[in-house]
């Protein structure tokens, strides 16, 4: 069973940062990370991922303002993101893929005021 808990969420300004963390319990040299985020009324939906080689993929509509690095000494991947808009409001999810189990972080909300 890994624990993932996410942390760095808040109320900004459009226009502004915000760097998530998610802090995983064990390893995740060998894991599939990413970030979800679902809105009020809508499904939940992939925002960035990277694999285990380290290649990333990202949602269209954030591609060039967020980022999705990743500490594997410190188990822990981070969502930063740029120039954020009002439809960015949502609640941010962690997500560990491991040998197809996939676990889920609680969430962190995150505000973008205009």
């Known amino acids: 069973q890994v624990q993932l808990v996410e942390s760095g969420g808040g109320l900004v300004q459009a226009g502004g940062s915000l760097k998530l963390s998610c802090a995983a319990s064990?390893?995740?040299?060998?894991?599939?990370m990413g970030w979800y985020r679902q809105a009020p009324g809508k499904q939940r939906e992939m925002v960035a991922a990277?694999?285990?080689?380290?290649?990333?993929n990202y949602a269209d509509s954030v591609k060039g303002r967020f980022t999705i690095p990743k500490d594997n000494a410190k188990n822990t991947v981070y969502l930063q993101m740029n120039s954020l808009k009002p439809e960015n409001t949502a609640i941010y999810y962690c997500?560990?893929?491991?040998?197809?189990?996939?676990?889920w972080g609680k969430g962190t909300l995150v505000t973008v005021s205009s």
């Open positions: 997500n560990d893929d491991r040998w197809s189990v996939e676990y």
């Open positions: 064990g390893s995740i040299l060998s894991t599939n």
């Open positions: 990277i694999i285990i080689a380290g290649s990333t």
